[in-house]
């Protein structure tokens, strides 16, 4: 019975990799965070590949690296997850400034207005 429940499961529309086990390993562990960059750093290439990059994975990395103090980094990984989900700029946007929502905002209506053209 189980093998047919199993079977007939849907595989997931986003790649999440190792994000849950990293996850619970980086709280039980928070001093050994190479291991959990290492591990969102793979779930977003694997996403990337196939494009289904997980929504927060970015913003996760991103805010990594905000706490480390790496805010080029850390803003890098914000812009690619407001690119792939653009509902999270209004929460992103809070880490960024207004600035960089701006930019975000600014190329993309200049490419909605070159698609119209």
């Known amino acids: 019975m189980a093998l047919a429940v199993t079977a007939c499961a849907v595989p997931s529309r986003f790649e999440w990799g190792g994000y849950e086990q990293g996850l619970y390993d980086y709280y039980r562990n928070p001093e050994n965070s190479e291991n959990y960059i290492r591990t969102l750093e ?21 805010y990594i690296h905000l706490g ?19 509902e999270s700029a209004a929460f992103l946007s809070r880490f960024m400034g207004t600035s960089a929502s701006a930019s975000l905002n600014e190329n993309t209506v200049g490419a909605e207005s070159e698609a119209t053209s």
Do not use: K, S, V
Not at 42 to 59: Q, V
Not at 68 to 86: I, K, N, S, V, W
């Open 68 to 86: 480390r103090g790496d805010t080029q980094l850390a803003e890098t990984y914000f812009r690619r997850e407001m690119e792939l989900f653009p």
């Open 42 to 62: 793979r779930a977003i290439e694997r996403g990337d590949a196939t494009d289904r990059t997980a929504p927060g994975l970015n913003a996760e990395l991103g």
